[in-house]
């Protein structure tokens, strides 16, 4: 995927934290996790875990924290 779809990807990523920030925040993050679990294909999971790997630029805290909670892709 392109760096635009990585772009896209953290904008998406931090609409979603957004959403979820509005919950305690012991939980936004778990949950946030969860939904990018179920509703995300895996190579979007795979290159957002990718991009934190490489720093997470562009990510608020609790999309990155819930990306640092998903497993690794197979």
Known sequence: ??????EKLVKM????????GAQ??????????EHLMKFW?????????EHVA???TGLDPIALEAVKKLPPVK
């Open 1 to 6: 995927m392109s760096h635009n779809s990585v």
């Open 41 to 49: 294909d895996p190579r979007m999971r795979a290159l957002i875990i």
């Open 13 to 20: 990523a931090n609409q979603i934290g957004a959403f979820f």
């Open 54 to 56: 490489h720093g997470g």
């Open 24 to 33: 305690k925040a012991s939980q936004s993050a778990a949950g946030m996790a």
